[in-house]
Structure formats: C-alpha cells, structure tokens
C-alpha cells in the first residue's frame, strides 16, 4: 500500500512532465514525421541541388536528355565518403564534381538532416489516381515559387496481418508531383492460408537542397485491390500412393479462376483439412515369423 501511495505521489509531482514528453513524441512522429534515414536525405538534397544549377533541364523520370544534368546526378545515388573519392567517378566533368563538392558540404555538421531552418510550403494530402494488386498511384498539388527546386519524398506506414505499424521512407526521390508504389510481394506479410487487408497511408515530405523538410498531412488507409475469389472448386481424384515416400494421399483438385483476372495472377494456394467427423480405428501392427510387418 505505501508503494502505491509512494507511486502516486510521484505521478502527481511529474504528470506535467510526462504529459509533455508524451505529446512532444506524438507532435514528432504524428505531424513532423519519422526520422528520415541520412542517405535518402543525401540523395534528394543531391537530387535538388542539381535541378537548381540546372532549370532548363527536364529531370522526370523518363526524360533526362540534359548532359549536364545527367552528370551532375552521378554521384547522388551512390554511398559518399569524402569529396576526392567521389570525384574519381566524375571522369573530369564538371557538374559532376559540384556535385561531390555540395555533398562534402552536407557530410559536415547535422545540416545534412535538419536544413538550414527555412520550410518549404507543406504539400498538400497526396489523392489516389489508380491501384490494382501490386501497386498504389499517388499524385499532389505541386510546389511553385519556393527558393530552390524541390524534390519530394514519399513516407509510407503499413498496418494488418502479423506486422505492427511500420514506418519506412521510400528510396525514390521524385521531381514531379505524382509516384507510383510498387509492391513486388504484396504477400511477403500474410499468413500462408489467407490474404488479409494490409493497410497502408501515405505523407509527402518536400525538401530543397538547403532547406529543413515539411511534411503535408497523412492519407487515409488505402488497400491493395483483391483478386476475385475462384469458383468451382472440384475434386478431381483421391487415390493412395504406396510407392510414394512421403504423403501417401494424393489429391487432384481444379477450378475456374477469376474472370478477367487470370493474366495478372501468378501463383495460387490452397488450404485444406481432415474432416473432423471422420473416425477411424488404428489397428496394431502384428510381426509374421518372418519378421515381416503386417
């Protein structure tokens, strides 16, 4: 009892200061964001650095014709351990070696994650454009007239089957307002007989290459699209194998997949049990005079 008393005491004296610490850490992960991992903070300042030196560029994904801008992001998506060996892989140009330079500049002190305290505007709440099984295409408003070229950064959360929430920041660095999310195992999370909701929500994180990072709110939970569910499940035979040795029963079982789904489904599965009606009696086993088992 006086250890209760004792407790409570305690409680009262300190709440004030739990309750801040409490909502520092939900202020920190709810509305500032995850701690971003140094080397995509790396990249994407990398990545803006080099399409403020060079605007004229075009720098999405599927157009990058500017020389310039080409060799400038040489360096920003490998590891950097200091400035001389970057530039070995420059091969004298010179984008590329302003390129090692600003990273040099961001290895010193903590600029590299907190920025130099000037935000970008926040992005706005990203909007779903399409999904299927394997991927979730996102877009958001972009940002104009900001000091710098922004770059974004994808956070992305994920809840259901057997995992606890998970936070992680993809490794794509995006120059335009739009992303598509591919999950090549959709299942790796799943228990083997079942596929259940995996949840997840998604936050833009905008950044220039000096500048500290904002954070736009969080989406609603979004789902991957379900397969149709497979019909007419039959069995096609059941017969006793002596010579296999292993499962002696073996089972032959067919179905109709989901109409107008069968090309985008790789793999299925099947779950089955003994009928637990089913009884039966083992009878012992007796020896011949040979030794032999009957």
């Known amino acids: 009892m006086r250890s209760l008393v004792m407790f409570w005491k305690f409680f009262r004296q300190n709440s004030f200061r739990l309750l801040l610490i409490l909502w520092i850490f939900t202020f920190y992960y709810k509305v500032k964001g995850v701690p971003i991992d140094s080397a995509i903070v790396r990249k994407a300042r990398c990545y803006a650095n080099c399409i403020t030196q060079n605007p004229a560029a075009n720098h999405t994904a599927t157009n990058r014709d500017a020389s310039n801008c080409q060799e400038c992001l040489i360096p920003c998506g490998t590891p950097f351990s200091d400035e001389e060996t970057c530039k070995q892989s420059c091969n004298n140009t010179s984008s590329c070696e302003k390129s090692c330079v600003f990273l040099a500049q961001l290895q010193n002190g903590s600029f590299l994650i907190t920025g130099d305290g000037s935000f970008p505007p926040k992005p706005g709440i990203p909007t779903i454009t399409s999904r299927n099984f394997t991927s979730i295409s996102l877009k958001w408003d972009p940002l104009l007239n900001t000091s710098g070229a922004v770059v974004y950064l994808i956070e992305m959360t994920f809840t ?79 017969v006793y ?54």
């Open 160 to 238: 259901g089957e057997e995992s606890k929430v998970s936070y992680k920041y993809l490794s794509e660095v995006y120059v335009s307002s739009r992303a598509t999310v591919k999950f090549e195992l959709p299942c790796a999370n799943t228990t083997w007989s079942e596929y259940k909701d995996i949840f997840f929500r998604f936050k833009i994180a905008v950044l220039t290459g000096n500048s500290s990072v904002s954070y736009g709110p969080q989406t609603s939970q979004i789902t991957l699209t379900k397969p149709d569910s497979v019909t007419n499940v039959t069995l096609d035979s059941l």
């Open 241 to 294: 194998d002596s010579a296999s040795i292993a499962d002696k029963i073996k089972l032959t079982v067919s179905w109709n997949p989901p109409k107008d789904q069968k090309d985008l489904i790789s793999h299925y599965g099947a779950h089955f049990s003994a009928d637990s009606s089913c009884q039966y009696e083992s009878l012992p086993r007796v020896e011949d005079s040979n030794g032999v088992s009957k």
